[in-house]
């Protein structure tokens, strides 16, 4: 959908490993936003990117990084997973903010056992 | 800061039957406000969005809803449900320059 790229799909991994999720565009959108979603409550904005090296924070963004070095790309990092971080990740991006809708990604699956 | 409210968790509902998907919103400035649609395992999709003018918006599959600025209400509705509408449905608010916040989703279950 609208060109976004979500990549693992699933993953299983440790507690206390590193974890990386690549979100890719084709749409040359200036925005991207990475969100989890969880039962209960609905999605939460991690981090969102405004430009190549430009990001914030979201509201929860807590033990998270991301870094965008290309328009196309934006990582989403946990240096160190807990299992508090299993869920379902999506990213999104939109060609401004305000009126300007978004479009998601098929979302990640991360189980940290 | 803008909030959403969506009452409902869920809502069963029968098929053929209308439903009302209900969401409040606050904030102290302008508002943009949105509905997504998530079918299972999938992304959400952007079924109608209100940016200013008629009050009344339509969107994809059939769904309208009303900008009620005195009630800071964007409620959704669909005359008719079909099996397909099962989903869960998200409000979402954003200011001028600001990210969307969105509700916590309400489950719409309809049955045969």
């Known amino acids: 959908d609208a060109g976004i790229t979500q990549s693992p799909r699933h993953k299983v991994t440790e507690t206390g490993t590193p974890v990386t999720l690549r979100c890719h565009q084709t749409?040359?959108?200036?925005?991207m936003y990475w969100y989890r979603q969880d039962p209960g409550h609905g999605l939460r904005l991690i981090h969102y990117?405004?430009?190549?090296?430009?990001?914030d924070k979201g509201e929860v963004s807590d033990g998270y990084s991301v870094s965008r070095s290309k328009t196309e790309d934006f990582l989403l990092t946990l240096e160190s997973a807990t299992s508090s971080q299993t869920s379902v990740y999506f990213c999104?991006?939109?060609?401004?903010?305000?009126?300007?809708?978004?479009?998601f990604g098929d979302g990640t699956r991360l189980s940290i056992l | 800061a803008q909030s959403v409210t969506q009452l409902d968790s869920q809502v069963p509902v029968f098929e053929e039957a209308p439903v009302e998907l209900r969401c409040n919103y606050s904030?102290?400035?302008?508002?943009?406000l949105f509905w997504y649609v998530q079918y299972p395992n999938q992304g959400l999709q952007l079924l109608l969005k209100?940016?200013?003018?008629?009050?009344l918006v339509k969107g994809i599959n059939g769904f309208e809803a009303e900008f009620n600025k005195s009630q800071t209400s964007f409620h959704l509705r669909k005359p008719s449900v079909h099996i397909s509408d099962t989903a869960e449905y998200f409000c979402?608010?954003?200011?001028?320059?600001?990210?969307?916040?969105f509700g916590k989703g309400t489950r719409l279950s309809v049955i045969a």
């Open positions: 999104a991006i939109s060609p401004g903010q305000g009126g300007q809708p978004q479009h």
């Open positions: 749409e040359n959108h200036r925005y």
């Open positions: 990117s405004y430009g190549v090296k430009d990001t």
């Open positions: 904030s102290s400035v302008s508002v943009y």
């Open positions: 209100y940016l200013s003018g008629s009050t």
């Open positions: 979402a608010v954003s200011g001028r320059n600001t990210p969307l916040v």
